[in-house]
């Protein structure tokens, strides 16, 4: 054996005899035949034995194939080509555009004539010296004088000649020009008025553009545009790496960058960039989702430009990474499409928001009932929002609206609806469970008129556009229930109401009745597991746990990546949409503000009434009540009572007035006062039939009394 050690003995320190030994022991000449024939039989005895065996075919060892099949075929005209309300809306921001730069121009013209002016003596001087250096050719003076200076004569006379030649030529040329300019001086004098201004103004042009200092450019900027950083894969790894994912680190110690793959170049999608991203084997997209804040660091961008997505067709940890110029929430949104629309087909898919890309996503109505849910503030009352204004505004849907919270949030809808309650009381959370009653009853009622049309009528057994138009009590029927969890959470009506809540949702749907819910408290006590677990179209705003995001987007909805925790405190209106379509969405609803909802329904309110449609609504006070109604309610309290129950209140309003209040009900009055600030309480009374103390629904009289005198005063404002 060698050793470390030198050899001592010897002056050197080397034992050549030694070493030529051992590797006399060591070298052998190897008979290569032999040596083959001998491995392939130890091969042969391993696998006899058990021993390792070749496990990959040499099939499974080739690159694998393009499945062409399989692939997926790229589009042939870009998706917002394609799309009439994208391309319109692309149309309208060009136009739009072009209209701003030239009307901004426009404007600046005579700054801009001002400065050609003032810059055209400086451009006369500059193109004067610059012809004169032509026409004596001074560009050539620099090597005559260093021929001179070094005593090349031969040299010198070469260029003297070529110089002389030159400026024969140059002044034969300037001749002609001077000539023709006399001419053109001429001409121009003896030309109309308009003609010598004209050639005046082109030569200041002229002048003032060559007498331009190099850095101020004559032309303002009309619009300042933002540089956006392109995305590359170095910054994608880069950021995946910072995130902290186990998986990722073990692999890029191994592997370095190549354990991060791309399977399609990173290209230009919509205003911005995206990236298909193969993370490495065992790591999952969610866990980068999770930290969608460290890869927005990562990436050096905001966070609500970075929109990570799952791909779960291909492969679990196939990331779709897209990322925008601009911060979902603050990029612009187009106007809702259905703005300008006077009546709307329900049957149809309705614009209910936008996609990270700016694209519009839609939702459809019909066979299924949707479930919103988020924190308080989030945007579900916007949500709930446009699809009963769509039913609103189909003039054969009948909508019915609830809001349990008490803030009014649907109230502007509430002329159109056919039934409506608003409040956080007990009145209004069964109020809301009587029309859940109602609802289970119409569906049977449905379900029987269904089954009595011929087969050739209703092949599949459910209601259809055609149906819902044509057949009396088959028409779409729409109910929305905001902040359903004060219903479903009810300590006495709220286990009925998960029960009719869970048939209505799984029997209705075949027959046009469609449940809309929202609310802000979705764990199991607020949203029953019935309710939940048979919703069709989900859409979840930001919430703040796994178990929350699940109860409104479905079970495994978290493990599978679709976690609508990742929205951040900005992401007002922003949610995932599963259902819609085959992939969850990330979506942006349209907002509408209050008077815009108004007016929609105000034009729903004209559709319904044209069409004959319009049901009795239950807020709706005649104009004359509304004038009156204030100073009446005072009038019918004796000076000794200081509340009234709403019942009496009404009594007494229509012996004062049958005219006027002959069809009022007590929800039409609080309905109508409620505009006024004026909420119910409970109050003691006793009741005139039966003769016995009751706790009831009632007014303050000092509510109404400040009511009044608040109207006043703003009216005497607006009057000076
Ligand atoms: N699509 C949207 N785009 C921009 N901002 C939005 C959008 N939707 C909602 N918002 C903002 O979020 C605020 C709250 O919306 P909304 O009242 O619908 O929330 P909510 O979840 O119903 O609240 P709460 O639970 O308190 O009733 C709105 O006032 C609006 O400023």
Redesign the pocket.
Known sequence: MTSNEPDRDRPDGLDWSRYETELGDVAEVVDLDAARERRQRDDQADADDGGPTLVDSPEAQRKPKLDRRGAQRRPLVPGWLRSSAELRDAAVWAAGYAGHVTAYHALRLPKYAGKLALRAPVGLVRSAGRAFRWLFDLEGEPVRQATVRNENAEQYLHLSRQRDRRVRWRGMVALAVTVALVVAVVAVLLAPMWVRWATLAALVGLFGTFGAPADKPLIDRAVVGTQVARLTSDIVIRALSVLGVAGINQAMAKQGNGAVTFPAPITRDGPGWRADVDLPPGVTVGEVMDRRDKLASGLGRPLGCVWPEGNADVSPSRLVLWVGDQPM?ASR?PAWPLLKASTVDMAKQFPF?TDPRGRIVYLELPYTNVLIG????????????LPMLVAALDPHAEVWAYEL?G?G?LDPIAKVCARYGSGADDDTAEAALQALRDLRAECQQRAAIIKKLPKDVCPDNKVTADLARRIKGLHWLVAGL??CQELFAHPEFGKEAGELAEKIIKLGRALGVILLL?T?RPDAKSLPTGVSANVGTRYC?RVMGQLENDMVLGTSAYRNGIRATMFAKKD???GYLVGAADEAQIV????LDGPTVEKLAARAYAARESAGTLTAPTVETPTARRETLLEDTLAVFRADEPKLWAETIVERLTALRPDVYAELTRDHLMAALKPYGITTTQVWGTDPATGKGANRRGIDRATVADAVAERNRRRGDSAA
């Open positions: 929430a949104q928001g988020s924190i308080p503030g989030y945007g579900k009352t916007a949500a709930i929002q919270k803030t949030g905001d902040e929202a802000q705003l007002k209106g922003v942006r609803t349209f907002y």
